[in-house]
């Protein structure tokens, strides 16, 4: 399979690559938001203040709405 080279020398990824890279990288990401929501859970039920918790959960939440975003802004959506 050739690849194309830009000006520079660098090769450059086909449409289905990139969004392969892009959704392993983001696939981490999600998981981190989740897990800091998790954790966030945790902390509120286990510790003497609910309030600490909350913190980590919104935390959590900022993180997946985030990559919601880059995704969005990122790649268009095609009705087929």
Known sequence: MAKAQST???????????????????????????????????????????LEGVWHMIAGAVLLLLFSVIIIKEYEIVKS
């Open 8 to 50: 520079n020398g660098k090769k450059q990824l086909s449409q289905a690559q990139e969004f392969e890279i892009l959704k392993l990288v983001l696939d981490k990401f999600l998981w981190l938001g989740f897990i800091v929501m998790g954790w966030g859970m945790y902390v509120s039920l286990t510790a003497e203040s609910v």
